[in-house]
Protein backbone atom coordinates (compact mmCIF):
# COMPACT_ATOMS: atom_id res chain seq x y z
CA UNK A 1 0.00 0.00 0.00
CA UNK A 2 1.19 3.63 -1.14
CA UNK A 3 1.75 5.85 1.98
CA UNK A 4 -0.67 8.71 0.39
CA UNK A 5 -3.32 5.45 0.46
CA UNK A 6 -1.92 4.48 3.57
CA UNK A 7 -2.52 8.42 5.43
CA UNK A 8 -5.81 8.09 3.61
CA UNK A 9 -7.03 5.36 5.60
CA UNK A 10 -5.74 6.09 8.57
CA UNK A 11 -8.44 6.39 11.14
CA UNK A 12 -7.53 10.15 13.18
CA UNK A 13 -10.03 10.71 15.70
CA UNK A 14 -8.06 14.15 16.14
CA UNK A 15 -8.46 15.27 12.80
CA UNK A 16 -12.10 14.21 12.77
CA UNK A 17 -13.36 15.96 15.74
CA UNK A 18 -14.34 19.62 15.30
CA UNK A 19 -11.60 21.63 16.66
CA UNK A 20 -14.38 23.54 19.05
CA UNK A 21 -14.60 20.04 21.13
CA UNK A 22 -11.21 19.43 21.88
CA UNK A 23 -10.58 21.72 24.82
CA UNK A 24 -13.91 20.93 25.90
CA UNK A 25 -13.94 20.72 29.69
CA UNK A 26 -15.99 17.44 30.92
CA UNK A 27 -19.70 17.76 32.19
CA UNK A 28 -19.56 15.43 34.75
CA UNK A 29 -20.25 14.49 38.88
CA UNK A 30 -18.75 14.85 41.38
CA UNK A 31 -15.90 12.02 41.90
CA UNK A 32 -17.50 8.60 43.11
CA UNK A 33 -15.54 7.50 46.31
CA UNK A 34 -13.35 4.81 45.77
CA UNK A 35 -14.86 2.66 48.16
CA UNK A 36 -18.66 2.62 47.16
CA UNK A 37 -20.58 3.59 50.55
CA UNK A 38 -23.04 1.83 51.60
CA UNK A 39 -26.08 3.79 51.59
CA UNK A 40 -26.50 7.04 48.83
CA UNK A 41 -27.83 10.19 49.59
CA UNK A 42 -28.14 12.43 46.02
CA UNK A 43 -28.61 16.03 46.90
CA UNK A 44 -26.13 16.81 43.93
CA UNK A 45 -28.48 17.41 41.31
CA UNK A 46 -31.29 19.34 42.40
CA UNK A 47 -34.04 16.71 41.53
CA UNK A 48 -37.15 16.50 42.89
CA UNK A 49 -37.05 13.77 46.35
CA UNK A 50 -40.54 12.82 45.36
CA UNK A 51 -42.08 11.26 42.30
CA UNK A 52 -44.30 13.15 39.83
CA UNK A 53 -48.08 13.66 40.08
CA UNK A 54 -49.73 10.07 40.33
CA UNK A 55 -51.63 11.08 37.72
CA UNK A 56 -48.34 10.73 35.48
CA UNK A 57 -47.62 7.64 36.64
CA UNK A 58 -51.30 6.35 35.43
CA UNK A 59 -50.36 8.17 32.00
CA UNK A 60 -47.24 6.57 31.84
CA UNK A 61 -48.27 3.23 32.40
CA UNK A 62 -50.92 3.37 29.67
CA UNK A 63 -48.69 4.13 26.53
CA UNK A 64 -48.90 1.06 24.78
CA UNK A 65 -47.97 1.75 21.41
CA UNK A 66 -43.92 1.98 21.99
CA UNK A 67 -43.07 0.84 18.60
CA UNK A 68 -44.84 4.18 17.05
CA UNK A 69 -42.96 7.20 16.79
CA UNK A 70 -44.55 9.69 18.85
CA UNK A 71 -46.74 12.95 17.26
CA UNK A 72 -44.52 14.33 14.38
CA UNK A 73 -44.32 18.17 16.11
CA UNK A 74 -45.06 16.88 19.66
CA UNK A 75 -48.50 19.11 19.48
CA UNK A 76 -50.38 17.58 22.01
CA UNK A 77 -47.36 18.41 24.57
CA UNK A 78 -47.07 22.00 23.03
CA UNK A 79 -50.40 22.82 23.72
CA UNK A 80 -50.40 21.10 27.16
CA UNK A 81 -47.56 23.55 28.01
CA UNK A 82 -48.85 26.50 26.37
CA UNK A 83 -52.20 25.96 28.72
CA UNK A 84 -49.48 25.97 31.49
CA UNK A 85 -47.86 28.33 30.53
CA UNK A 86 -50.50 30.79 29.53
CA UNK A 87 -48.86 30.92 25.81
CA UNK A 88 -50.13 29.48 22.36
CA UNK A 89 -48.46 26.29 21.67
CA UNK A 90 -47.23 27.66 18.47
CA UNK A 91 -44.61 29.73 20.33
CA UNK A 92 -43.38 26.36 22.47
CA UNK A 93 -40.29 24.57 21.10
CA UNK A 94 -40.23 21.57 23.14
CA UNK A 95 -36.69 19.68 23.75
CA UNK A 96 -35.90 16.14 25.90
CA UNK A 97 -35.24 18.33 28.88
CA UNK A 98 -34.13 22.01 29.00
CA UNK A 99 -30.40 21.03 28.07
CA UNK A 100 -32.04 19.82 24.64
CA UNK A 101 -33.89 23.12 23.98
CA UNK A 102 -30.61 25.28 25.10
CA UNK A 103 -29.18 23.17 21.99
CA UNK A 104 -31.74 23.69 19.91
CA UNK A 105 -31.37 27.52 20.24
CA UNK A 106 -27.35 27.29 20.03
CA UNK A 107 -28.19 24.96 16.31
CA UNK A 108 -30.19 28.20 15.80
CA UNK A 109 -27.86 31.46 16.44
CA UNK A 110 -24.25 30.13 17.18
CA UNK A 111 -21.86 30.54 13.86
CA UNK A 112 -18.35 30.21 14.49
CA UNK A 113 -16.79 33.47 16.77
CA UNK A 114 -20.21 34.30 17.68
CA UNK A 115 -20.54 36.03 21.00
CA UNK A 116 -23.12 34.64 24.13
CA UNK A 117 -23.02 36.50 27.22
CA UNK A 118 -23.25 35.03 30.52
CA UNK A 119 -22.77 35.92 33.99
CA UNK A 120 -20.67 33.43 36.06
CA UNK A 121 -21.20 31.68 38.77
CA UNK A 122 -23.78 30.12 36.81
CA UNK A 123 -25.37 27.22 34.92
CA UNK A 124 -21.74 25.20 33.42
CA UNK A 125 -24.13 24.31 30.58
CA UNK A 126 -24.33 27.83 28.41
CA UNK A 127 -21.20 27.65 28.09
CA UNK A 128 -20.04 24.08 27.09
CA UNK A 129 -23.03 24.79 24.21
CA UNK A 130 -21.57 27.95 23.27
CA UNK A 131 -18.48 26.31 22.88
CA UNK A 132 -18.87 23.37 21.63
CA UNK A 133 -21.09 24.91 18.76
CA UNK A 134 -17.61 27.19 17.93
CA UNK A 135 -19.06 30.45 19.88
CA UNK A 136 -17.21 32.53 22.71
CA UNK A 137 -19.17 32.99 25.78
CA UNK A 138 -18.18 36.32 27.29
CA UNK A 139 -18.51 36.58 30.86
CA UNK A 140 -19.64 39.29 32.65
CA UNK A 141 -19.47 38.07 36.49
CA UNK A 142 -22.07 38.74 38.74
CA UNK A 143 -21.30 41.02 41.22
CA UNK A 144 -20.37 40.27 45.32
CA UNK A 145 -24.31 39.96 46.25
CA UNK A 146 -24.38 37.34 42.81
CA UNK A 147 -26.57 40.06 40.93
CA UNK A 148 -26.23 41.00 37.37
CA UNK A 149 -23.85 43.68 36.57
CA UNK A 150 -26.60 44.87 34.51
CA UNK A 151 -24.59 48.40 32.73
CA UNK A 152 -21.28 45.68 32.12
CA UNK A 153 -23.81 43.16 30.13
CA UNK A 154 -24.92 45.87 28.10
CA UNK A 155 -21.54 47.58 27.23
CA UNK A 156 -20.28 44.12 26.53
CA UNK A 157 -22.38 43.79 23.51
CA UNK A 158 -20.74 43.74 20.04
CA UNK A 159 -21.95 43.15 16.49
CA UNK A 160 -20.79 39.07 17.29
CA UNK A 161 -23.45 39.31 20.25
CA UNK A 162 -26.09 36.84 19.37
CA UNK A 163 -27.85 35.71 23.00
CA UNK A 164 -27.63 36.99 26.23
CA UNK A 165 -28.29 34.08 28.75
CA UNK A 166 -29.80 34.86 32.63
CA UNK A 167 -30.52 32.07 34.96
CA UNK A 168 -33.41 33.26 37.49
CA UNK A 169 -33.20 31.94 40.05
CA UNK A 170 -29.72 31.51 39.44
CA UNK A 171 -27.95 27.57 39.88
CA UNK A 172 -25.55 27.36 41.88
CA UNK A 173 -25.98 30.45 43.96
CA UNK A 174 -29.85 30.09 44.29
CA UNK A 175 -31.03 33.99 44.25
CA UNK A 176 -33.27 35.87 42.52
CA UNK A 177 -31.87 38.49 40.43
CA UNK A 178 -32.85 42.39 40.26
CA UNK A 179 -36.00 42.64 38.29
CA UNK A 180 -34.84 46.00 37.07
CA UNK A 181 -31.38 44.75 36.36
CA UNK A 182 -33.22 42.10 33.82
CA UNK A 183 -35.70 45.28 32.68
CA UNK A 184 -32.58 46.68 31.51
CA UNK A 185 -31.38 44.44 29.81
CA UNK A 186 -34.11 43.31 27.91
CA UNK A 187 -35.15 46.47 27.36
CA UNK A 188 -32.03 47.57 25.81
CA UNK A 189 -29.86 44.98 24.01
CA UNK A 190 -30.40 44.33 20.54
CA UNK A 191 -29.67 40.43 20.68
CA UNK A 192 -31.98 37.44 22.01
CA UNK A 193 -32.21 37.39 25.56
CA UNK A 194 -33.06 34.03 27.03
CA UNK A 195 -33.63 33.74 30.97
CA UNK A 196 -33.63 30.15 32.18
CA UNK A 197 -36.11 29.55 34.62
CA UNK A 198 -35.78 26.11 35.72
CA UNK A 199 -36.35 26.79 39.20
CA UNK A 200 -38.94 29.18 38.59
CA UNK A 201 -42.01 27.42 40.20
CA UNK A 202 -39.88 27.39 43.35
CA UNK A 203 -39.70 31.08 43.23
CA UNK A 204 -43.07 31.91 42.46
CA UNK A 205 -42.71 34.36 39.31
CA UNK A 206 -41.98 34.36 35.32
CA UNK A 207 -40.57 36.71 33.04
CA UNK A 208 -43.12 35.49 30.72
CA UNK A 209 -45.13 38.27 30.83
CA UNK A 210 -42.69 40.80 29.77
CA UNK A 211 -42.56 38.80 26.42
CA UNK A 212 -45.20 40.77 25.15
CA UNK A 213 -43.59 43.84 25.67
CA UNK A 214 -40.29 43.06 24.02
CA UNK A 215 -39.84 41.11 21.03
CA UNK A 216 -36.17 39.78 21.92
CA UNK A 217 -36.63 37.93 24.96
CA UNK A 218 -37.26 33.80 25.57
CA UNK A 219 -38.15 32.03 28.53
CA UNK A 220 -36.77 28.82 29.03
CA UNK A 221 -38.19 26.23 31.58
CA UNK A 222 -37.73 22.41 32.26
CA UNK A 223 -40.23 19.73 34.21
CA UNK A 224 -37.26 18.13 35.71
CA UNK A 225 -37.52 20.64 38.82
CA UNK A 226 -40.79 20.99 40.30
CA UNK A 227 -42.63 18.13 38.40
CA UNK A 228 -40.44 15.77 39.34
CA UNK A 229 -39.59 14.18 35.91
CA UNK A 230 -35.46 14.32 35.41
CA UNK A 231 -35.48 11.40 34.20
CA UNK A 232 -38.28 11.61 31.80
CA UNK A 233 -36.35 14.34 30.10
CA UNK A 234 -38.93 17.50 29.54
CA UNK A 235 -37.88 20.73 28.52
CA UNK A 236 -39.25 23.62 26.36
CA UNK A 237 -38.78 27.12 25.84
CA UNK A 238 -41.58 30.27 24.82
CA UNK A 239 -39.87 32.17 22.20
CA UNK A 240 -40.36 35.68 20.41
CA UNK A 241 -43.42 34.69 17.46
CA UNK A 242 -40.89 36.25 14.79
CA UNK A 243 -37.98 33.29 15.70
CA UNK A 244 -40.50 30.39 15.59
CA UNK A 245 -40.54 30.05 11.67
CA UNK A 246 -36.56 29.55 12.09
CA UNK A 247 -37.02 27.07 15.38
CA UNK A 248 -39.11 25.06 13.45
CA UNK A 249 -36.32 24.35 11.13
CA UNK A 250 -33.69 23.16 13.68
CA UNK A 251 -36.18 21.77 16.40
CA UNK A 252 -35.44 17.92 16.83
CA UNK A 253 -38.27 15.87 14.90
CA UNK A 254 -40.37 14.70 17.37
CA UNK A 255 -38.70 17.47 19.72
CA UNK A 256 -36.66 14.35 21.00
CA UNK A 257 -39.59 13.85 23.46
CA UNK A 258 -40.67 10.13 23.65
CA UNK A 259 -44.51 9.09 23.61
CA UNK A 260 -43.89 7.92 27.10
CA UNK A 261 -42.48 11.27 28.34
CA UNK A 262 -44.95 13.33 26.46
CA UNK A 263 -47.57 11.71 28.23
CA UNK A 264 -46.30 12.04 31.88
CA UNK A 265 -45.73 15.25 30.89
CA UNK A 266 -48.99 16.11 29.86
CA UNK A 267 -50.26 14.37 32.83
CA UNK A 268 -48.40 16.03 35.37
CA UNK A 269 -48.71 19.41 34.14
CA UNK A 270 -52.32 19.30 34.61
CA UNK A 271 -52.17 18.37 38.30
CA UNK A 272 -51.62 21.76 39.53
CA UNK A 273 -52.99 20.58 43.20
CA UNK A 274 -50.03 17.93 43.28
CA UNK A 275 -47.70 20.40 42.33
CA UNK A 276 -48.17 23.08 44.28
CA UNK A 277 -48.57 20.79 47.34
CA UNK A 278 -45.02 19.41 46.38
CA UNK A 279 -43.13 22.49 45.80
CA UNK A 280 -44.47 23.78 49.23
CA UNK A 281 -43.25 21.03 51.08
CA UNK A 282 -39.75 21.23 49.31
CA UNK A 283 -39.69 25.00 50.47
CA UNK A 284 -40.81 24.18 53.88
CA UNK A 285 -37.90 21.32 54.12
CA UNK A 286 -35.90 23.92 52.81
CA UNK A 287 -36.32 26.03 55.31
CA UNK A 288 -36.42 23.41 57.48
CA UNK A 289 -32.21 22.68 56.75
CA UNK A 290 -31.42 25.99 56.94
CA UNK A 291 -32.30 26.54 60.17
CA UNK A 292 -30.60 23.02 60.82
CA UNK A 293 -27.19 24.34 59.08
CA UNK A 294 -27.42 27.61 61.27
CA UNK A 295 -26.95 25.69 64.47
CA UNK A 296 -23.53 24.35 63.24
CA UNK A 297 -20.79 26.78 63.78
CA UNK A 298 -19.46 28.79 60.83
CA UNK A 299 -21.54 27.47 58.19
CA UNK A 300 -23.65 29.81 56.77
CA UNK A 301 -26.73 28.65 54.48
CA UNK A 302 -27.46 31.54 51.52
CA UNK A 303 -30.77 32.63 50.87
CA UNK A 304 -32.49 30.52 48.06
CA UNK A 305 -35.55 30.67 45.89
CA UNK A 306 -34.76 27.26 44.50
CA UNK A 307 -35.31 23.57 45.36
CA UNK A 308 -31.60 23.71 46.81
CA UNK A 309 -29.13 25.96 48.96
CA UNK A 310 -26.01 27.11 48.58
CA UNK A 311 -24.10 26.93 51.96
CA UNK A 312 -20.67 28.97 53.43
CA UNK A 313 -18.24 26.73 55.27
CA UNK A 314 -15.85 27.65 57.86
CA UNK A 315 -12.75 26.83 55.12
CA UNK A 316 -11.11 28.11 52.37
CA UNK A 317 -11.91 25.61 49.52
CA UNK A 318 -14.92 23.03 50.47
CA UNK A 319 -13.55 20.16 48.01
CA UNK A 320 -12.21 18.20 51.19
CA UNK A 321 -15.17 18.48 52.77
CA UNK A 322 -17.40 17.81 49.92
CA UNK A 323 -14.81 14.28 48.72
CA UNK A 324 -15.20 13.57 52.93
CA UNK A 325 -19.09 13.83 52.80
CA UNK A 326 -19.33 11.75 49.71
CA UNK A 327 -17.27 9.26 51.14
CA UNK A 328 -19.79 8.87 53.63
CA UNK A 329 -22.39 8.36 50.92
CA UNK A 330 -24.02 12.16 50.77
CA UNK A 331 -23.35 13.98 47.41
CA UNK A 332 -23.48 17.40 46.74
CA UNK A 333 -21.64 19.73 44.82
CA UNK A 334 -18.40 21.47 44.70
CA UNK A 335 -17.53 24.91 42.50
CA UNK A 336 -14.08 25.02 42.89
CA UNK A 337 -12.69 28.18 40.21
CA UNK A 338 -11.61 30.35 42.62
CA UNK A 339 -12.92 33.29 40.40
CA UNK A 340 -16.54 32.37 41.16
CA UNK A 341 -15.47 34.06 45.03
CA UNK A 342 -17.71 30.31 46.15
CA UNK A 343 -15.48 27.80 47.05
CA UNK A 344 -15.88 28.10 50.35
CA UNK A 345 -19.41 26.26 49.14
CA UNK A 346 -21.60 23.47 48.95
CA UNK A 347 -24.59 23.47 47.08
CA UNK A 348 -26.89 20.99 48.66
CA UNK A 349 -30.67 19.95 46.97
CA UNK A 350 -33.50 19.56 49.25
CA UNK A 351 -34.22 15.90 49.48
CA UNK A 352 -36.77 14.12 51.95
CA UNK A 353 -36.50 14.91 55.43
CA UNK A 354 -34.87 12.30 56.31
CA UNK A 355 -32.21 12.60 53.70
CA UNK A 356 -31.23 16.60 54.55
CA UNK A 357 -31.22 15.31 58.51
CA UNK A 358 -28.68 12.76 57.51
CA UNK A 359 -26.92 15.78 55.02
CA UNK A 360 -27.02 17.92 58.08
CA UNK A 361 -26.00 15.63 60.75
CA UNK A 362 -22.58 14.13 58.56
CA UNK A 363 -21.74 17.60 57.42
CA UNK A 364 -21.52 18.52 61.48
CA UNK A 365 -19.95 15.28 61.91
CA UNK A 366 -17.68 15.95 58.97
CA UNK A 367 -16.32 19.89 60.17
CA UNK A 368 -15.88 18.81 63.64
CA UNK A 369 -13.70 16.27 62.75
CA UNK A 370 -11.35 18.76 60.10
CA UNK A 371 -11.85 20.90 63.33
CA UNK A 372 -9.75 18.46 65.66
CA UNK A 373 -7.59 17.82 62.94
CA UNK A 374 -5.76 21.57 62.55
C1 LIG B 1 -30.44 26.41 35.42
C2 LIG B 1 -30.69 25.11 34.75
N1 LIG B 1 -31.07 25.09 33.48
C3 LIG B 1 -31.32 23.95 32.83
C4 LIG B 1 -31.16 22.73 33.45
C5 LIG B 1 -31.38 21.49 32.66
O1 LIG B 1 -32.62 20.96 32.91
P1 LIG B 1 -33.15 19.66 32.19
O2 LIG B 1 -33.13 18.56 33.19
O3 LIG B 1 -34.54 20.02 31.76
O4 LIG B 1 -32.25 19.39 31.01
C6 LIG B 1 -30.76 22.68 34.79
C7 LIG B 1 -30.57 21.40 35.46
O5 LIG B 1 -30.00 21.29 36.49
C8 LIG B 1 -30.52 23.90 35.45
O6 LIG B 1 -30.09 23.93 36.71
Redesign the pocket.
Known sequence: MSQSVASRTTFDPEKLVRAAIHHLPLYTREEAPVEKPARAVRLD??ESPYGPSPRALEALAAVATHNRYPEFDAWALRDAIGRYAGVPANRIVA????????ETLMLLLIDHGDRVIISEP??M?YELLVRGHGGESVNVPLDRDFQLDARGILDAIDDRTKLIMI?NP???TGNLLSPDAIEQIVANAPCLVAI?E??AEFAGGSYRDMMDEHPNLAV??????FAGL?GM???YGIFPESLMPYLMRVMPGFCNVSAAASAAAIAALADGEYNRATITRIISDRETLAERLRQIPGVEPLPSATNFLLVRLPVTNAETVVRALASRGVYVRHFGNPAFGIADCLRVSIGTPDDNAIFAEQLEQVLKAKEQAV
Open positions: WNGAGLDNVLTFVCNNPDAYLRTLSKARVG
